[in-house]
């Protein structure tokens, strides 16, 4: 994502009610800031927050988390959920590699990654959010048979991310290469990338992996 430079976003979500500041003190209880004990679902790098918002109105009995590394980006779904209010959604500027400071062992439910950076030079293969490096992190934070549903329109990341979880014994329990033709959509919300390729022709693609019962 090319990063405009917006004047005081940090500020801004720092004095908004609506993003959650120091989100690392709620390590282990994120349930009781939701207050309830419905399960906890995050989205990695949610970009302006689309599908976030379309998840939490549609389910209101699970709670969601919106991830997102910068603050210019985070600003617009922070902005969203001003508007929407929704109870079961909270915000926070964070980033990836700093899951396990974030969210205890078991602590989440399912890991959304919609539309991840591809990182395509080989070299920045562990940067990729489908790496082993994130997955050995996933393996922590998700719950037994735990699931990570991820959805891109570039085929080099969608097969590394097959492999990649392949590789550490995920069990895949679905994959498409072309999700807008499978019969059964109603239920798929729209994140602002897969709005905006598939609108111009570009398949999405989906897989959903459900986390090892023995680590590697
Ligand atoms: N999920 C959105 C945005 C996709 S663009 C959509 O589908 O429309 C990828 C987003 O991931 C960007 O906003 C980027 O800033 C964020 N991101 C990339 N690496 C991240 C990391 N390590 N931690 C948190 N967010 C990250």
Same mark, same amino acid.
């Given at each position: 994502?090319?990063?405009?430079?917006?004047?005081?976003?940090?500020?801004?979500?720092?004095?908004?009610?609506?993003?959650?500041?120091?989100?690392?003190?709620?390590?282990?209880?994120?349930?009781?800031?939701?207050?309830?004990?419905?399960? =906890?679902?995050?989205?990695?790098?949610?970009?302006?927050?689309?599908?976030?918002?379309?998840?939490?109105?549609?389910?209101?009995? =699970?709670?969601?988390?919106?991830?997102?590394?910068?603050?210019? =980006?985070?600003?617009?779904?922070?902005?969203?959920?001003?508007?929407?209010?929704? *109870?079961?959604?909270?915000?926070?500027?964070?980033?990836?590699?700093?899951?396990?400071?974030?969210?205890?062992?078991?602590?989440? $439910?399912?890991?959304?990654?919609?539309?991840?950076?591809?990182?395509?030079?080989?070299?920045?293969?562990?940067?990729?959010?489908?790496?082993?490096?994130?997955?050995?992190?996933?393996?922590?934070?998700?719950?037994?048979?735990?699931?990570?549903?991820?959805?891109?329109?570039?085929?080099?990341?969608?097969?590394?991310?097959?492999?990649?979880?392949?590789?550490?014994?995920?069990?895949?329990?679905?994959?498409?290469?072309?999700?807008?033709?499978?019969?059964?959509?109603? $239920?798929?919300?729209?994140?602002?990338?897969?709005?905006?390729?598939?609108?111009?022709?570009?398949? =999405?693609?989906?897989?959903?992996?459900?986390? *090892?019962?023995?680590?590697?």
């Amino acid at each position: 994502m090319r990063l405009k430079n917006v004047p005081g976003a940090a500020e801004y979500i720092a004095n908004s009610p609506y993003a959650t500041p120091d989100p690392q003190q709620h390590k282990g209880n994120w349930k009781a800031l939701f207050g309830n004990d419905h399960p =906890v679902r995050l989205e990695i790098g949610m970009g302006k927050g689309q599908f976030m918002i379309g998840m939490s109105e549609a389910e209101p009995d =699970v709670n969601y988390i919106g991830m997102e590394k910068y603050s210019s =980006v985070i600003k617009r779904a922070v902005q969203k959920q001003e508007e929407h209010q929704l *109870p079961n959604l909270k915000l926070i500027c964070a980033d990836a590699a700093d899951l396990e400071d974030l969210f205890a062992e078991s602590e989440i $439910d399912r890991i959304y990654l919609n539309f991840s950076d591809p990182w395509p030079k080989d070299r920045h293969w562990k940067r990729r959010l489908s790496s082993e490096v994130f997955l050995k992190k996933y393996e922590i934070i998700l719950r037994d048979k735990g699931t990570v549903e991820m959805k891109t329109d570039n085929v080099p990341l969608f097969d590394f991310s097959l492999e990649s979880f392949a590789d550490r014994g995920w069990e895949l329990l679905y994959v498409t290469r072309d999700l807008h033709s499978e019969p059964d959509l109603k $239920d798929n919300i729209m994140t602002e990338y897969e709005a905006k390729f598939s609108a111009q022709g570009k398949p =999405v693609m989906k897989l959903v992996a459900m986390k *090892p019962g023995i680590i590697k």
